[in-house]
């Protein structure tokens, strides 16, 4: 099929909105066509409902039965990978990324910047003596 990531109950999922932006969260139950039950004991993500628009499904899952309470998951998520599966994906590295990159104040930008120029002027060094020469005349 297309799809390859549902919204099932164990799916591991990352929110994106709200108080718990950032964390990760298991689909408890389903309470309607837009919104999960979630819980995330082990990530500081209180019991609540979530809308689905505020949350990137990980293609992870965990087996835990429907309507499952804390304690449950938190025995169940024990032996489980699905959290260091996810850490381990690009999508969860380009998050982290992303949010060093917002966290950087202007002059951290700027020695960035400044790397990046000397890096760049490497390269096109390295790429300039190995590049042969070129035959005929130029402009004048």
């Not at 919104?35 to 628009?53: E, I, M, Q, Y």
């Not at 994906?89 to 104040?105: I, P, V, W």
């Amino acid at each position: 099929g297309v799809f390859k990531k549902f919204v099932e109950v164990g799916a591991l999922v990352h929110i994106t909105r709200g108080s718990d932006a950032g964390k990760t969260a298991y689909v408890v139950d389903v309470v309607d066509a837009n919104r999960a039950l979630v819980d995330g004991p082990a990530t500081g993500v209180s019991r609540k409902a979530v809308n689905f628009k505020h949350m990137n499904l990980t293609g992870f899952k965990v087996n835990i039965p429907r309507a499952a309470r804390t304690g449950t998951i938190i025995k169940k998520t024990k032996e489980a990978t699905a959290v260091a599966s996810w850490e381990k994906t690009a999508a969860f590295k380009k998050m982290q990324l992303n949010a060093k990159k917002a966290s950087l104040s202007d002059f951290d930008r700027f020695k960035v910047m400044l790397l990046r120029k000397k890096a760049r002027a490497c390269v096109n060094g390295v790429t300039k003596k190995a590049a042969p020469a070129k035959k005929g005349k130029g402009k004048k």
